[in-house]
């Protein structure tokens, strides 16, 4: 039997409330009642529903506040009930404009209130349910998102990493995610259950990193007065992150090189040695065999700590997940948004692919998550990413340049549009399928059933 749709109704919808109920259950519709916001709220957070359904009426202004959350967060279209005298309300109205699809005013319409949550339910699928190509073409590995093939590549090196315990080096510039790829090569180790504690060499005191490492025993200086447990010592049975370990002193690379050799630790001002189980991964974004070469960093340390690799590429090399990874963060911070901000303009998509993004991942996250919040229309513009044409590009581009950026961004935009058919795209394109493999291959654009793309001949 077809599942029936499902339908929240909140408040009170005067006497005729149970029979408004029973021929909208002859139409198909599944439906809970409830009659005040703090039930409505309950019930959201463990139930999914189809299309809401709200009576304003006697609604006090603060009960309309607090109506914005509960609709922000339901992830369904709704629509309001109300009494013609209540759009004299300036309140109402704004909640109206700003919170639902449609209202109805008293009396109720069945037939019209039948159709316009049936229009809610499909709006609510096109937004959340129906399979969107770029999303679920895309690859993941701990927050790691993306379909690029630089970045397939990467997630297939981080699980091989995963599978072993020997220490893993990750470069990659800054913002680019190298704590997240240590994150998923912990998550899909085998000490997984265990802790994993990160260490950004350098944001710690140089007088403090050997404490912070290693640990201390009460009274070992001047400020000692209780024991201190180290985070290589924390990390015990788990793994230990050293970002940023190009910063580390010298001194204390001494100190590192022992225990990744003995596996052995010594707290300041203790006599013993302590034993411990940490696999070791490491990142910088500085480039540790130029530090090597002038003295900075010591060979043998390196060599200890690159025993496995992983790369991350910057943002730039990635131009296709660019989308993605907009709709991953814009999804990921939905309830800091702007009411009325329903998703990115072609717009602001297609400066977001040219501009160079020096941040990497941390820019863009920060520049989506502000125009979410600062936005106050339905789709975020370039000057609400702070991306106005003139500085999409932070560098010149020579006129090669501009034709295959402009060719990659008509290819990128026709097989999106044609659900990656290739065949479609090619005809819109107005070329053979020959060509545009092609021209797929030459930017890097893989087919669907080759390997790990995303594409389809169909």
């Known amino acids: 039997m077809e599942n029936k749709a499902r339908l929240l109704m909140v408040g009170t919808f005067g006497e005729n409330q149970q029979d408004v109920v029973r021929i909208m259950e002859t139409k198909g519709w599944s439906i809970s009642v409830v009659h005040d916001l703090s039930r409505a709220v309950t019930l959201l957070a463990r139930e999914e529903y189809d299309a809401g359904l709200c009576c ?18 339901s992830r369904m279209e709704w629509m309001a009930l109300i009494k013609e005298t209540e759009l004299e309300n300036p309140f109402v109205c704004k909640a109206l404009a700003k919170l639902f699809m449609a209202y109805q005013v008293e009396p109720i319409d069945i037939e019209q209130v039948d159709c316009l949550m049936n229009h809610a339910m499909a709006m609510k699928q096109l937004r959340f349910e129906r399979s969107d190509p770029l999303l679920t073409d895309g690859d993941s590995e701990f927050e790691m998102v993306g379909a690029a093939p630089v970045m397939k590549k990467v997630f297939n090196t981080i699980r091989r990493v995963a599978s072993v315990d020997a220490p893993v080096f990750i470069s990659g510039e800054s913002g680019t995610g190298k704590e997240l790829a240590a994150r998923a090569i912990h998550e899909r180790s085998q000490r997984a259950s265990a802790p994993f504690v990160p260490v950004n060499c350098s944001a710690l005191p140089s007088s403090l990193i050997q404490s912070e490492l ?57 006599l013993d040695e302590i034993e411990v189980d940490v696999r070791v991964l490491s990142a910088t974004h500085i480039d540790l065999e130029k530090a090597v070469a002038e003295g900075r960093f010591r060979e043998d340390l390196y060599h ?3 025993v496995l690799q992983v790369d991350i590429p910057p943002l730039r090399e990635r131009q296709e997940d660019i989308e993605i990874l907009a709709r ?5 911070f939905i309830e ?25 991942i941390r820019e863009l996250t920060n520049r989506v998550r502000r125009a979410m919040v ?9 000057a609400d990413l702070g991306l106005e044409r003139r500085t999409a590009k932070r560098h010149a581009m020579t006129l090669e340049e501009a034709r295959n950026c402009a060719e990659k961004e008509a290819l990128l935009s026709a097989l999106n549009r044609n659900k990656h058919k290739v065949k479609k795209a090619a005809d819109e394109l107005g ?26 001949s169909a």
């Open 56 to 73: 304003l009426h006697a609604l006090s202004e603060n009960e309309l506040k607090e109506l914005e959350p509960l609709v922000m967060r």
């Open 214 to 270: 290693f640990g201390h025993e009460k009274g070992a200086f001047t400020g000692a007065s209780q024991q201190k447990i180290g985070q290589i010592e924390a990390a015990s049975g788990g793994t230990l992150f050293l970002d940023e370990i190009g910063d580390l002193p010298l001194e204390l690379q001494v100190n590192l090189l022992r225990f990744l050799e003995e596996k052995t630790i010594q707290r300041i001002g203790a």
């Open 304 to 306: 200890r700590l690159n």
């Open 328 to 332: 991953f963060f814009f999804d990921k």
């Open 336 to 360: 800091e948004k702007s009411m009325n901000v329903r998703g990115f303009s072609q717009e602001a998509l297609v400066l977001m692919r040219q501009y160079h993004w020096p941040g990497n």
């Open 374 to 382: 600062m936005c106050d229309q339905r789709l975020i513009k370039p």
């Open 431 to 456: 070329v053979s399928r020959v060509t545009l493999y092609r021209l797929m291959e030459k930017h890097n654009l893989e087919r669907k059933g080759v390997g790990t793309s995303s594409l389809t």
